[in-house]
């Protein structure tokens, strides 16, 4: 009895199938524009996040005195 065939290429991401259907759909700009738009919404984000931070820190701080 033979054992089954190794598969020699991986089955691909489900983020890879995306971007693959996006580079078929989107030119190169346009792609480029809506990854730098995701990364800016990111940022954002994370300095929402800073500034409730540093508001708790601060309203801690206002009430120890």
Do not use: Y
């Not at 054992?3 to 580079?23: D, K, Q, Y």
């Not at 800016?40 to 984000?45: A, C, G, P, Q, Y």
């Not at 994370?46 to 309203?59: G, I, N, P």
Request: charged share 25%.
């Amino acid at each position: 009895m033979q054992a089954a065939p190794v598969r020699a290429t991986a089955i691909p991401t489900f983020t890879g199938a995306l971007r693959a259907v996006e580079s078929l759909l989107m030119s190169g700009g346009q792609r480029t524009a809506r990854r730098n738009a995701w990364t800016s919404v990111l940022e954002d984000r994370r300095r929402a996040k800073d500034r409730v931070e540093a508001q708790r820190f601060l309203d801690q701080a206002a009430g120890q005195s």
